[in-house]
């Protein structure tokens, strides 16, 4: 009788240690996620202020900098170390949700060509340029809209002047730069990057009303 208590008290006893040591393992799982949790909303909360200045002394490599494989070119034209235009297309492949261009004159192939990538991502790619350099030499517009981007033109004698780009409705890029080989290569221009949430609501809310606008049906 007395050894069938203690075996009973034994198992007893067994399974208290399990369920401790099952329930301090418990404990330590949930507080780890917890700290990954922390940690990577802290990182995509992280503020961004920084500015790009052009021109850059050579055109970056877009394979290189994100392109799925990089680049594996030895005779590559491009240049692999970064610069500003790397960092504009890091800005640009971060785009998750939406893309939202309002920049007077796209001639860049390499810039629209990310559009055109995103857009083949189901990332939401709009576009506002200015209605007289839809046609010039080089203009990247029509390439665009044949891949399906829809592209919203002022309609004046006026020029929209504006050069911003908003990623995710969330990080701004605004400044003098406009999308073309010159302002990489040639020209002294700043793009300010930015996600102040109170700034980019401004922004955010000029798009929508520009996009408006310049709705075909509205003009
Ligand atoms: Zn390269």
């Not at 040591?21 to 996620?33: A, D, G, H, M, P």
């Not at 680049?71 to 692999?80: L, P």
């Not at 030499?137 to 006026?158: A, P």
């Not at 996600?195 to 929508?208: D, M, P, S």
């Given at each position: 009788?007395?050894?069938?208590?203690?075996?009973?008290?034994g198992v007893?006893?067994?399974?208290?240690?399990v369920s401790?040591?099952?329930?301090?393992?418990?404990?330590?799982?949930?507080?780890?996620?917890?700290?990954?949790?922390?940690?990577?909303?802290s990182?995509?909360?992280?503020?961004?202020?920084?500015v790009?200045f052009?021109?850059?002394?050579?055109?970056?490599?877009?394979?290189?900098f994100?392109?799925?494989?990089?680049?594996?070119?030895?005779?590559?034209?491009?240049?692999?170390?970064?610069?500003?235009?790397?960092?504009?297309?890091?800005?640009?492949?971060?785009?998750?949700k939406?893309?939202?261009?309002?920049?007077f004159?796209?001639?860049?192939?390499?810039?629209?060509?990310m559009?055109?990538?995103a857009?083949?991502?189901?990332i939401?790619v709009?576009?506002?340029?200015?209605?007289?350099?839809v046609d010039?030499?080089?203009?990247?517009?029509?390439k665009?809209?044949?891949?399906?981007?829809?592209?919203?033109?002022?309609?004046?004698?006026?020029?929209?002047?504006h050069?911003?780009?908003?990623v995710?409705?969330s990080?701004?890029?605004?400044?003098?730069f406009?999308?073309?080989?010159?302002?990489?290569?040639g020209?002294?221009e700043?793009?300010?990057?930015?996600?102040?949430?109170?700034?980019?609501?401004?922004?955010?809310?000029?798009?929508?009303?520009?996009?408006?606008?310049?709705?075909p049906?509205?003009?």
């Amino acid at each position: 009788m007395t050894s069938r208590w203690i075996k009973v008290g034994g198992v007893a006893l067994a399974c208290g240690v399990v369920s401790e040591i099952v329930y301090f393992l418990y404990k330590r799982f949930r507080k780890r996620r917890w700290q990954y949790q922390d940690q990577s909303e802290s990182e995509s909360r992280k503020e961004i202020e920084e500015v790009l200045f052009f021109p850059d002394s050579q055109v970056a490599c877009k394979n290189y900098f994100i392109g799925e494989y990089g680049c594996d070119n030895r005779n590559c034209r491009f240049t692999h170390i970064p610069n500003s235009l790397s960092r504009l297309y890091e800005f640009i492949a971060s785009a998750e949700k939406s893309l939202d261009v309002c920049v007077f004159v796209i001639c860049c192939a390499e810039l629209a060509d990310m559009l055109v990538e995103a857009q083949r991502k189901n990332i939401k790619v709009r576009v506002i340029c200015d209605d007289e350099q839809v046609d010039i030499t080089g203009s990247q517009i029509w390439k665009l809209r044949k891949e399906g981007i829809n592209v919203r033109t002022d309609s004046s004698s006026y020029l929209m002047h504006h050069k911003f780009l908003i990623v995710d409705g969330s990080l701004l890029l605004n400044g003098s730069f406009n999308w073309t080989r010159q302002a990489i290569s040639g020209n002294q221009e700043n793009l300010m990057a930015l996600n102040n949430g109170r700034i980019v609501t401004l922004y955010r809310a000029e798009f929508e009303k520009l996009w408006n606008k310049f709705n075909p049906r509205n003009q």
